[in-house]
């Protein structure tokens, strides 16, 4: 079962920027879709990016413009660039694993944009 683990959250100013890093425990083999999602505090989690081992990505319409999603397959490391970050950027971002109908998350990264 592979494991992912998140880093690069942290507290920042609004139209400051973060990178997130999601690192996996072993190479991933096959079609997989790896994404990241937002939990603002009593709000369900939502998708902010998710990309493909092609690269092929795809935004949330929050996230468009302002964010870049990247993958390092060598590394097993998939990249949330945040750029212009705003106070409901806020939340916890995790990161998943989709491949062959099997879901896996991280543990989580706080985020956090003050006005």
């Known amino acids: 079962q592979v494991q992912l683990v998140e880093s690069g959250g942290g507290l920042v100013q609004a139209g400051g920027s973060l990178r997130l890093s999601c690192a996996a425990s072993r190479r991933i083999f096959g079609f997989n879709v790896m994404g990241w999602y937002r939990q603002a505090p009593r709000k369900q989690r939502e998708l902010v990016a998710a990309i493909t081992d092609g690269g092929n990505a795809n935004y949330a319409d929050s996230a468009k413009g302002r964010f870049t999603i990247s993958r390092d397959n060598a590394k097993n490391t998939v990249y949330l660039q945040m750029n212009s970050l705003k106070p409901e950027d806020t939340g916890v971002y995790f990161c998943?694993?989709?491949?062959?109908?099997?879901?896996?998350w991280g543990q989580g990264t706080q985020v956090t944009v003050s006005s």
């Open positions: 998943n694993l989709v491949q062959s109908g099997l879901v896996t």
